[in-house]
């Protein structure tokens, strides 16, 4: 499927900063998982405890540890980080025909006052709303809607499916039902952000909602209006985040997991999935709120337990 | 960005039924934050518990309680709920050029036995299905499918990606995998309700899914078929309600939250977060079910010992 | 809104393998619920719980156990399933007008190197990639993506605004932040799937994600990179799968649950709503994690005790 590209591995250890133990000029031409690689491949090794797995591989060459004692059934490359040397790896195999080139699809809509730089990439069906403006290098992949007031930093991507800029939920309760609230706020997303497939980013009710430098959203996720989430946070899929929560930088939080509105979390803290947080978090460090699954029958004497701690 | 709308605070006093303590000639042309507030802004303060952010803002007029002991800091509009004279003001301020105009967008797809209002909006990319019937003063936005036997009732509002009667999840189980149940009922949605964006909303097996009037749904909720959703119900984000449950008027529900299927809910429940209801609930109240976050060390203790409870 | 068929009991029998007792001429034209149905309705009675409800009903004829005892209230078809019967009737009495006649909507755009089988049907602002394949009989709905290296099994059918193929979320953390790892793996979907609205599949990181023969899946789901999904399993809505788990055959998941990632789960285990795995499961069985819910004043005594276990 994908166009083959062929290298030896000197080549290949100067571009991820490595050095070749083993044969410099065997040629690789792709790279695959250490299970399923082939006399041709180049596999890697990030965690030791997977070690036992290259009993069975046909790999030419694994990427290692700088640690990592060889032997001679395989080539190696051994370098600082693997894993990094995976992402560099996979970036050198990616097919060509995969980067998105400069261009707006026929299908899309573009708002007559929002402004796009020429270098943005913008997919089929998307809508791009008023007030909008998109950086150098982004790419809005296809079926996306930018709602109004959107700015994209360069060079961030935006997954298909994804809504920004959408309406915060706000009203205010009255004897005659809810009065709508209307979001005169923006969204403000930084530069080198990423966000997921059918992802939800409301804008501000008054001020911005902002998501900065470095974001990595999964999808799925829900940010509400006014949120600031801080640099370099990694969010996975099917969280929500509510409204007016200023979030530090490194935040990450598993999937499912929620945190509430008008809350402040400090930098570099760590949600487990499946949680909720519902206080302020003044320490750095990896909260955790899930209820233990278990066989049903047992589950069902721990629960009624729970609830009598309460009488 | 929006058009500068100026107004004298008497102006705006009288369309928000307050009354100005101070300047009545004072002109103000934006609604801001109490923080962000510049000399011509007005804000508003609708819970005492933030009154000390008015002492670093620039606002020029401040929205207040009735009972608020007024100094000569600002000048007040006092009226009986600031929060409710923040909704209006917000439609004051609201730019005109965001006020959608009756039309159906040309790259929207309307089966021709849909029956649509002529004063309904329809954005980009939007496809109605067949037997789908719009009343007046319908707004849908870009990217939704309103798959088929979908009514909408006059003056709600569907926010982008959302998917109304799609077909709901029925499978008669059997020794050769599922056989499916196809879904002929439909989906029936009143006025003045709100979906937010990439939401999903079956339509009914037999009979009709039901979401009355006034209801309000945050982004990313699902709504499986049959549930019956009572007046002015608002469901927060990220929320899932299972199949042929019934709910009665003024639900409420925080994000992450669950109500399982064929279940009965009274008027006036108010559920917390992440949280699921597995029975009837017969009572007005609040009610929660979120296993606490804590310190990952600390919740481990717990989770073993949650566990031994049912030994 | 749907044409109106008529059928003579003793056809309808014949069709799903049931015998009539009572007046085998009587003429149905609608099939309904119990409570709902008409002097020209077909019923059906699938649990014996809901017994009562068919003392106010005005049908003409019930479907029933072969061991119900009948009367003369109704005509009655016995069968030995009246729920795959009743699935049956469902495909009987669907609307002609529904059934999907194979075409691309002209609003879709397919990638010129996908292939996509003459038998299928691709809705309105469908959005298919590179390297895509579509088999025989396959219906993509209105709005959704496939964004490259999708293989979709024969029959298999995508509700509207899915997104299928989507990028892996994939970063190996760096002192400069996140550095990209490229997706370079496919997503393959096997036979009679079925995928429901707003749904997010991820194409693999090296290898493939997988999704079985016969597995159905509800609105809002959320599979991750390299997932292998086993034949006919039953996945609720708004769930999530982390990456790299392989999952049995029939496992089966209620709404809001999740599984982390790199878990091996055996066949046959079902999964309670709102429920977090965090494990490998090794035996079949019926696995539930659910805390409780409860009035807020006992929650809160139950929660702080909760807390102090760990102490």
């Keep these: 499927m994908s166009k083959q590209i062929s290298f030896k591995l ?8 490595g050095k070749v133990v083993g044969d410099t000029n065997a040629v690789v031409d792709n790279l695959s998982a250490v299970q399923n690689a082939n006399s041709s491949s180049i596999t890697f090794l990030s965690n030791a405890k997977y070690i036992d797995l290259l009993d069975n591989s046909n790999a030419s060459a694994v990427v290692v540890d700088i640690n990592f004692k060889e032997d001679s059934r395989f080539n190696y490359i ?6 990094i040397a995976y992402a560099q790896l996979s970036k050198i195999f990616k097919n060509d025909s995969e980067i ?9 809509t573009i708002s007559k006052d929002a402004e ?3 270098s943005v ?3 089929p069906n998307v809508y791009v709303g008023p007030n909008c403006k998109i950086h150098s290098g982004v790419e809005i992949h296809a079926n996306c809607s930018l709602v109004k007031d959107v700015i994209v930093g360069s060079h961030s991507i935006i997954h298909h499916g994804t809504i920004l800029g959408s309406e915060g939920f706000g009203y205010a309760p009255s004897d005659e039902g809810y ?3 209307e979001q005169l706020g923006g969204l403000s997303i930084g530069k080198n952000v990423e966000i997921g497939a059918n992802c939800t980013i409301d804008r501000g009710a008054l001020d911005d909602t902002q998501i900065h430098d470095g974001v990595k959203l999964d999808n799925l996720v829900h940010i509400a209006h006014n949120v600031v989430l801080g640099k370099n946070s990694a969010i996975a899929a099917s969280c929500a985040i509510a409204g007016s929560s200023i979030i530090g930088e490194n935040f990450q939080m598993g999937g499912l997991s929620g945190v509430l509105g008008h809350l402040s979390i400090c930098n570099d803290v760590t949600v487990g999935a499946h949680t909720l947080i519902t206080k302020n978090i003044e320490k750095p460090g990896n909260y955790v709120g899930i209820m233990p699954a278990q066989k049903h029958q047992d589950w069902a004497k721990s629960s009624v337990l729970i609830k009598k701690l309460s009488k």
């Design 179 to 181: 009065v709508k609230i």
């Design 100 to 108: 998105k080139i400069p261009s707006i699809h026929k299908s899309a």
């Design 78 to 83: 051994k370098c600082n980080d693997p894993y």
């Design 116 to 118: 796009v730089h020429e």
């Design 10 to 17: 000197e080549e290949l250890a100067k571009l991820i900063n």
């Design 121 to 123: 990439y913008i997919g």
